[in-house]
Protein backbone atom coordinates (compact mmCIF):
# COMPACT_ATOMS: atom_id res chain seq x y z
CA UNK A 1 0.00 0.00 0.00
CA UNK A 2 1.19 3.41 -0.82
CA UNK A 3 -0.28 6.50 -2.31
CA UNK A 4 1.87 9.18 -4.53
CA UNK A 5 0.79 12.33 -6.40
CA UNK A 6 2.01 15.63 -7.78
CA UNK A 7 0.69 19.08 -7.10
CA UNK A 8 -1.64 19.91 -10.41
CA UNK A 9 1.06 22.69 -11.27
CA UNK A 10 -0.17 22.38 -15.13
CA UNK A 11 -3.71 24.24 -14.29
CA UNK A 12 -2.30 27.00 -13.36
CA UNK A 13 1.46 28.78 -15.36
CA UNK A 14 2.21 30.48 -11.94
CA UNK A 15 1.94 26.80 -10.48
CA UNK A 16 4.83 25.62 -13.28
CA UNK A 17 7.32 26.71 -10.62
CA UNK A 18 6.55 24.85 -7.99
CA UNK A 19 6.17 21.21 -8.89
CA UNK A 20 5.67 19.55 -5.76
CA UNK A 21 5.27 15.94 -4.98
CA UNK A 22 5.01 13.10 -2.05
CA UNK A 23 4.25 9.75 -1.29
CA UNK A 24 3.69 7.24 1.40
CA UNK A 25 5.42 4.25 2.12
CA UNK A 26 2.91 1.78 3.52
CA UNK A 27 4.71 -2.01 4.01
CA UNK A 28 3.94 -4.49 6.74
CA UNK A 29 7.42 -5.95 6.73
CA UNK A 30 9.96 -3.50 8.57
CA UNK A 31 12.60 -2.80 6.52
CA UNK A 32 15.79 -1.11 7.32
CA UNK A 33 15.84 2.15 5.17
CA UNK A 34 18.60 4.30 3.83
CA UNK A 35 19.15 7.89 2.13
CA UNK A 36 20.99 7.16 -0.60
CA UNK A 37 22.96 9.82 -2.64
CA UNK A 38 24.33 9.10 -5.56
CA UNK A 39 26.64 11.71 -7.53
CA UNK A 40 26.78 11.63 -11.12
CA UNK A 41 28.89 9.37 -12.91
CA UNK A 42 28.75 6.38 -10.40
CA UNK A 43 29.15 2.92 -12.29
CA UNK A 44 25.48 1.28 -11.47
CA UNK A 45 24.73 -1.80 -12.57
CA UNK A 46 21.52 -3.84 -13.01
CA UNK A 47 20.61 -7.21 -11.71
CA UNK A 48 21.63 -10.03 -13.98
CA UNK A 49 19.87 -13.72 -14.50
CA UNK A 50 23.51 -14.93 -14.72
CA UNK A 51 24.00 -13.70 -11.51
CA UNK A 52 21.26 -15.88 -10.05
CA UNK A 53 20.66 -19.59 -10.14
CA UNK A 54 18.14 -19.68 -13.10
CA UNK A 55 18.79 -21.80 -16.61
CA UNK A 56 18.50 -18.76 -18.56
CA UNK A 57 21.75 -16.41 -17.91
CA UNK A 58 21.79 -13.20 -19.56
CA UNK A 59 24.31 -10.05 -18.37
CA UNK A 60 22.25 -7.19 -16.32
CA UNK A 61 22.68 -3.57 -18.16
CA UNK A 62 25.27 -1.62 -16.84
CA UNK A 63 25.63 1.92 -17.26
CA UNK A 64 27.19 5.79 -15.63
CA UNK A 65 24.34 7.87 -13.89
CA UNK A 66 24.49 10.80 -16.31
CA UNK A 67 22.57 12.93 -13.32
CA UNK A 68 22.71 12.86 -9.31
CA UNK A 69 19.95 11.62 -7.38
CA UNK A 70 18.85 11.12 -4.06
CA UNK A 71 16.62 8.64 -2.71
CA UNK A 72 15.19 6.19 0.32
CA UNK A 73 16.01 2.15 -0.24
CA UNK A 74 16.06 -0.82 1.99
CA UNK A 75 19.83 -1.02 3.36
CA UNK A 76 21.35 -4.02 2.78
CA UNK A 77 22.95 -6.46 4.95
CA UNK A 78 20.39 -8.42 7.08
CA UNK A 79 19.06 -11.01 4.58
CA UNK A 80 16.56 -9.28 3.08
CA UNK A 81 15.73 -11.34 0.34
CA UNK A 82 17.39 -14.50 1.29
CA UNK A 83 21.62 -14.66 0.57
CA UNK A 84 21.71 -15.80 -2.80
CA UNK A 85 20.07 -12.50 -3.77
CA UNK A 86 21.36 -9.82 -1.25
CA UNK A 87 24.72 -10.99 -2.20
CA UNK A 88 24.08 -9.82 -5.86
CA UNK A 89 21.47 -6.91 -5.63
CA UNK A 90 23.62 -4.20 -4.29
CA UNK A 91 20.53 -2.86 -2.94
CA UNK A 92 21.53 0.67 -1.24
CA UNK A 93 21.67 1.94 -4.82
CA UNK A 94 18.26 0.62 -5.65
CA UNK A 95 16.02 3.62 -4.34
CA UNK A 96 12.25 3.15 -4.05
CA UNK A 97 11.62 6.55 -4.20
CA UNK A 98 14.20 9.69 -5.34
CA UNK A 99 14.61 13.10 -6.98
CA UNK A 100 17.56 13.76 -9.08
CA UNK A 101 19.22 16.76 -10.31
CA UNK A 102 17.43 18.18 -13.36
CA UNK A 103 13.76 17.48 -10.67
CA UNK A 104 12.98 14.57 -12.17
CA UNK A 105 11.28 11.68 -9.76
CA UNK A 106 10.82 8.28 -9.40
CA UNK A 107 8.49 6.24 -6.89
CA UNK A 108 7.86 2.32 -6.76
CA UNK A 109 4.31 1.33 -5.39
CA UNK A 110 3.15 -2.18 -4.91
CA UNK A 111 0.50 -3.33 -7.59
CA UNK A 112 -0.51 -7.20 -7.09
CA UNK A 113 -1.76 -8.92 -10.30
CA UNK A 114 1.33 -7.07 -12.23
CA UNK A 115 3.33 -9.35 -14.33
CA UNK A 116 6.61 -8.85 -15.59
CA UNK A 117 7.94 -10.01 -18.94
CA UNK A 118 9.54 -13.68 -18.47
CA UNK A 119 12.92 -13.95 -18.90
CA UNK A 120 11.95 -17.47 -21.04
CA UNK A 121 10.47 -14.27 -23.41
CA UNK A 122 13.63 -12.90 -24.46
CA UNK A 123 13.56 -12.52 -27.88
CA UNK A 124 17.65 -13.18 -28.58
CA UNK A 125 20.84 -13.21 -26.48
CA UNK A 126 22.16 -9.28 -27.72
CA UNK A 127 19.31 -7.78 -24.45
CA UNK A 128 21.02 -6.97 -21.20
CA UNK A 129 18.16 -7.10 -18.31
CA UNK A 130 16.53 -4.10 -16.27
CA UNK A 131 14.97 -5.87 -13.16
CA UNK A 132 12.24 -4.20 -11.40
CA UNK A 133 14.44 -3.37 -8.34
CA UNK A 134 16.79 -1.19 -10.96
CA UNK A 135 13.58 0.77 -12.89
CA UNK A 136 13.69 3.76 -10.42
CA UNK A 137 17.40 4.33 -10.14
CA UNK A 138 18.01 3.93 -13.96
CA UNK A 139 15.50 6.48 -14.47
CA UNK A 140 16.53 9.16 -12.11
CA UNK A 141 20.49 8.43 -12.91
CA UNK A 142 19.92 8.51 -16.87
CA UNK A 143 16.64 11.27 -17.52
CA UNK A 144 16.26 14.79 -17.28
CA UNK A 145 12.63 14.68 -17.95
CA UNK A 146 9.34 12.81 -18.55
CA UNK A 147 9.57 12.80 -22.71
CA UNK A 148 12.60 11.10 -22.46
CA UNK A 149 12.14 8.86 -20.29
CA UNK A 150 8.99 8.41 -21.99
CA UNK A 151 10.86 7.76 -25.69
CA UNK A 152 13.00 5.06 -23.92
CA UNK A 153 10.89 3.51 -22.28
CA UNK A 154 8.73 2.72 -25.80
CA UNK A 155 11.59 1.90 -27.04
CA UNK A 156 12.05 -1.21 -24.78
CA UNK A 157 8.28 -2.05 -25.31
CA UNK A 158 9.09 -2.60 -28.39
CA UNK A 159 12.09 -4.11 -28.18
CA UNK A 160 14.01 -1.51 -29.87
CA UNK A 161 17.18 -0.24 -28.29
CA UNK A 162 17.53 3.04 -26.08
CA UNK A 163 19.46 5.96 -26.90
CA UNK A 164 22.37 4.25 -25.85
CA UNK A 165 22.15 1.69 -28.34
CA UNK A 166 21.04 -0.91 -25.71
CA UNK A 167 18.52 -3.47 -25.80
CA UNK A 168 16.88 -3.47 -22.47
CA UNK A 169 14.47 -6.70 -21.06
CA UNK A 170 12.35 -5.67 -18.20
CA UNK A 171 11.93 -8.40 -15.59
CA UNK A 172 11.52 -9.74 -12.03
CA UNK A 173 14.79 -12.09 -10.33
CA UNK A 174 12.21 -12.90 -7.64
CA UNK A 175 10.24 -15.07 -10.03
CA UNK A 176 11.94 -17.67 -9.01
CA UNK A 177 10.35 -20.94 -11.36
CA UNK A 178 10.27 -20.55 -14.85
CA UNK A 179 7.10 -21.70 -15.46
CA UNK A 180 5.32 -18.84 -12.97
CA UNK A 181 3.59 -16.14 -13.77
CA UNK A 182 3.23 -14.95 -10.05
CA UNK A 183 5.17 -11.65 -9.16
CA UNK A 184 6.82 -11.91 -5.91
CA UNK A 185 7.10 -7.89 -5.76
CA UNK A 186 4.95 -6.25 -8.01
CA UNK A 187 5.37 -3.09 -9.20
CA UNK A 188 4.46 0.19 -10.88
CA UNK A 189 6.21 3.55 -10.64
CA UNK A 190 5.29 6.84 -11.77
CA UNK A 191 7.13 9.28 -12.45
CA UNK A 192 7.01 13.53 -12.59
CA UNK A 193 9.40 16.38 -13.99
CA UNK A 194 10.39 19.79 -13.32
CA UNK A 195 7.59 20.57 -15.97
CA UNK A 196 4.95 19.23 -13.72
CA UNK A 197 4.42 15.79 -16.49
CA UNK A 198 3.18 12.64 -14.88
CA UNK A 199 4.30 9.19 -16.37
CA UNK A 200 2.95 5.95 -15.02
CA UNK A 201 4.84 2.35 -16.50
CA UNK A 202 2.48 -0.54 -15.39
CA UNK A 203 3.68 -4.21 -16.79
CA UNK A 204 0.28 -6.53 -17.27
CA UNK A 205 0.11 -9.72 -19.19
CA UNK A 206 3.98 -9.28 -19.39
CA UNK A 207 3.82 -6.10 -21.22
CA UNK A 208 5.27 -2.67 -20.40
CA UNK A 209 1.69 -0.18 -20.35
CA UNK A 210 2.98 3.23 -20.37
CA UNK A 211 0.49 6.30 -19.83
CA UNK A 212 0.51 10.04 -19.37
CA UNK A 213 -0.68 10.52 -15.93
CA UNK A 214 -0.47 14.37 -15.93
CA UNK A 215 -4.10 14.79 -15.63
CA UNK A 216 -4.18 13.19 -12.69
CA UNK A 217 -0.58 12.99 -11.59
CA UNK A 218 -1.80 10.29 -9.19
CA UNK A 219 -1.55 6.69 -7.55
CA UNK A 220 -2.10 4.15 -4.86
CA UNK A 221 -2.70 0.00 -6.13
CA UNK A 222 -4.52 -2.10 -7.45
CA UNK A 223 -6.55 -2.44 -9.33
CA UNK A 224 -4.39 -1.38 -12.54
CA UNK A 225 -4.69 2.63 -13.26
CA UNK A 226 -7.34 2.23 -16.13
CA UNK A 227 -9.95 1.17 -13.14
CA UNK A 228 -8.98 3.95 -11.23
CA UNK A 229 -9.84 6.74 -13.82
CA UNK A 230 -13.10 4.94 -14.83
CA UNK A 231 -14.46 4.39 -10.96
CA UNK A 232 -13.72 8.24 -10.58
CA UNK A 233 -17.19 8.43 -13.08
CA UNK A 234 -19.01 7.08 -9.57
CA UNK A 235 -18.10 10.38 -7.64
CA UNK A 236 -19.20 13.31 -9.65
CA UNK A 237 -21.89 14.20 -6.88
CA UNK A 238 -18.84 14.53 -4.58
CA UNK A 239 -18.25 18.33 -3.39
CA UNK A 240 -16.69 20.68 -1.21
CA UNK A 241 -19.72 22.93 -1.79
CA UNK A 242 -21.54 22.24 1.28
CA UNK A 243 -25.47 21.73 0.55
CA UNK A 244 -28.52 22.49 1.69
CA UNK A 245 -27.12 24.89 3.74
CA UNK A 246 -30.25 26.46 5.16
CA UNK A 247 -31.89 22.57 5.53
CA UNK A 248 -34.59 20.13 3.94
CA UNK A 249 -37.70 19.61 5.26
CA UNK A 250 -38.45 15.56 5.74
CA UNK A 251 -41.90 15.24 6.21
CA UNK A 252 -42.49 18.33 8.40
CA UNK A 253 -39.54 18.66 9.90
CA UNK A 254 -36.69 21.06 9.00
CA UNK A 255 -33.20 19.23 9.16
CA UNK A 256 -29.81 20.99 9.40
CA UNK A 257 -26.64 19.06 8.36
CA UNK A 258 -24.65 18.24 11.68
CA UNK A 259 -21.64 19.94 10.85
CA UNK A 260 -19.41 21.44 7.67
CA UNK A 261 -18.65 18.41 5.22
CA UNK A 262 -21.65 16.81 4.04
CA UNK A 263 -20.79 17.41 0.66
CA UNK A 264 -17.81 14.74 0.93
CA UNK A 265 -19.87 12.37 2.67
CA UNK A 266 -19.71 9.65 -0.47
CA UNK A 267 -15.90 9.51 0.17
CA UNK A 268 -14.63 6.27 2.27
CA UNK A 269 -12.01 6.87 5.16
CA UNK A 270 -10.97 3.53 4.61
CA UNK A 271 -7.17 2.35 3.73
CA UNK A 272 -8.45 0.80 0.57
CA UNK A 273 -6.26 1.74 -2.43
CA UNK A 274 -9.49 2.90 -4.52
CA UNK A 275 -10.70 5.39 -1.48
CA UNK A 276 -7.45 6.61 -0.85
CA UNK A 277 -6.96 7.26 -4.89
CA UNK A 278 -10.93 8.99 -4.94
CA UNK A 279 -9.49 10.77 -1.60
CA UNK A 280 -6.01 12.20 -2.60
CA UNK A 281 -7.99 13.47 -6.60
CA UNK A 282 -10.87 14.37 -4.76
CA UNK A 283 -8.45 16.77 -2.00
CA UNK A 284 -6.58 18.55 -4.83
CA UNK A 285 -9.09 18.76 -7.04
CA UNK A 286 -11.05 20.76 -4.28
CA UNK A 287 -7.75 22.89 -3.17
CA UNK A 288 -7.15 24.00 -6.58
CA UNK A 289 -8.47 27.80 -5.89
CA UNK A 290 -6.70 27.39 -2.91
CA UNK A 291 -2.90 26.22 -4.86
CA UNK A 292 -3.86 29.27 -7.46
CA UNK A 293 -4.00 31.60 -4.79
CA UNK A 294 -0.65 30.77 -2.92
CA UNK A 295 1.24 29.90 -6.22
CA UNK A 296 3.83 32.79 -4.72
CA UNK A 297 4.33 31.16 -1.57
CA UNK A 298 6.07 27.72 -1.96
CA UNK A 299 6.08 26.75 1.53
CA UNK A 300 2.81 27.05 1.82
CA UNK A 301 2.49 24.70 -1.23
CA UNK A 302 4.75 22.71 0.19
CA UNK A 303 3.03 22.34 3.54
CA UNK A 304 -0.01 21.61 1.89
CA UNK A 305 1.38 18.64 0.11
CA UNK A 306 2.30 17.12 3.70
CA UNK A 307 -1.02 18.11 4.52
CA UNK A 308 -2.71 16.22 1.47
CA UNK A 309 -0.33 12.82 2.88
CA UNK A 310 -1.64 13.43 6.09
CA UNK A 311 -5.20 12.21 4.98
CA UNK A 312 -3.74 9.10 3.69
CA UNK A 313 -1.52 7.89 6.68
CA UNK A 314 -1.86 4.54 7.75
CA UNK A 315 -1.40 4.25 11.32
CA UNK A 316 0.22 0.30 12.58
CA UNK A 317 -3.18 -1.86 13.32
CA UNK A 318 -6.00 -0.46 11.25
CA UNK A 319 -5.20 -2.92 8.21
CA UNK A 320 -4.45 -6.20 9.28
CA UNK A 321 -4.11 -9.42 6.75
CA UNK A 322 -4.35 -12.01 10.02
CA UNK A 323 -6.22 -11.58 13.54
CA UNK A 324 -2.90 -12.07 15.53
CA UNK A 325 -0.60 -10.13 13.52
CA UNK A 326 1.02 -6.80 14.83
CA UNK A 327 0.73 -3.94 13.08
CA UNK A 328 -0.14 -4.63 9.50
CA UNK A 329 0.80 -2.86 6.68
CA UNK A 330 1.12 1.34 7.75
CA UNK A 331 2.99 4.44 6.59
CA UNK A 332 6.32 3.39 7.98
CA UNK A 333 7.62 7.00 5.98
CA UNK A 334 6.48 9.94 3.60
CA UNK A 335 8.51 12.15 1.86
CA UNK A 336 7.76 15.60 -0.08
CA UNK A 337 10.47 16.34 -3.38
CA UNK A 338 11.24 19.87 -3.67
CA UNK A 339 12.98 19.84 -7.12
CA UNK A 340 13.17 23.57 -7.28
CA UNK A 341 15.15 23.83 -4.16
CA UNK A 342 16.67 20.14 -4.54
CA UNK A 343 15.57 19.05 -1.12
CA UNK A 344 13.86 15.91 0.23
CA UNK A 345 11.30 15.74 2.96
CA UNK A 346 10.86 13.26 4.77
CA UNK A 347 9.62 12.17 7.78
CA UNK A 348 9.45 8.38 9.58
CA UNK A 349 6.26 6.99 11.50
CA UNK A 350 8.63 7.17 15.10
CA UNK A 351 9.89 10.85 13.93
CA UNK A 352 8.00 14.04 15.79
CA UNK A 353 9.02 16.29 12.78
CA UNK A 354 10.21 16.02 9.60
CA UNK A 355 13.95 15.89 8.14
CA UNK A 356 15.39 18.38 4.96
CA UNK A 357 17.64 16.14 3.20
CA UNK A 358 19.62 19.04 0.41
CA UNK A 359 21.64 17.89 -2.32
CA UNK A 360 23.69 21.19 -1.27
CA UNK A 361 24.94 19.36 1.58
CA UNK A 362 26.30 16.41 0.19
CA UNK A 363 29.31 16.14 -2.91
CA UNK A 364 27.01 14.52 -5.72
CA UNK A 365 29.96 15.58 -8.92
CA UNK A 366 31.67 13.37 -10.94
CA UNK A 367 34.39 11.40 -8.53
CA UNK A 368 32.62 11.81 -5.14
CA UNK A 369 31.33 8.81 -3.71
CA UNK A 370 27.66 7.75 -2.85
CA UNK A 371 26.84 8.39 0.44
CA UNK A 372 24.33 6.37 2.67
CA UNK A 373 22.56 7.00 5.63
CA UNK A 374 20.31 4.93 8.04
CA UNK A 375 16.92 6.72 8.18
CA UNK A 376 15.97 4.96 11.09
CA UNK A 377 18.75 6.40 12.86
CA UNK A 378 18.16 9.98 12.20
CA UNK A 379 17.87 11.80 15.25
CA UNK A 380 19.09 15.72 14.68
CA UNK A 381 16.39 17.77 13.35
CA UNK A 382 15.28 19.73 10.54
CA UNK A 383 18.68 18.84 8.58
CA UNK A 384 19.89 15.44 7.98
CA UNK A 385 23.23 15.05 6.68
CA UNK A 386 26.71 13.21 6.24
Not at 9 to 14: A, E, G, T, V
Not at 31 to 48: C, N, R, S, Y
Not at 357 to 376: C, E, H, I
Amino acid sequence: MCTEFILPSQLSPQLKDFPFSGRTMDFEYNFDWTVAAIPEETKLHAVGSNDLPVAKRLPGYKWESKYAYIGVGISAGKNVLGKVFDSVLDLPSKVSDGLNSEGLTAAALWLPGSEYPHLDNVPSDDYYLLSMMDICCWALSQYKNIPDLKADLEQISQGKPIQDGTKLYIWDPLQFNSNSTVNLMPLHFQFHDRQGNSLLLELRNGKLEITDNTDLGVLTNAPFYDWHRTNLQNYLNVTNIEPNKEGKPIIGMNVKAAGNGSGTIGLSSSPLPADRFLRTVQSLNFGIDWIKDNSHAPKKLLTYVINIIAGVVVAPGVCKTHKNEGTGDYTQWWIVRDPIEKELHLATYDSLGTWTVRFKDFKLNAGSKPVYLDLNAAIEMPILKP
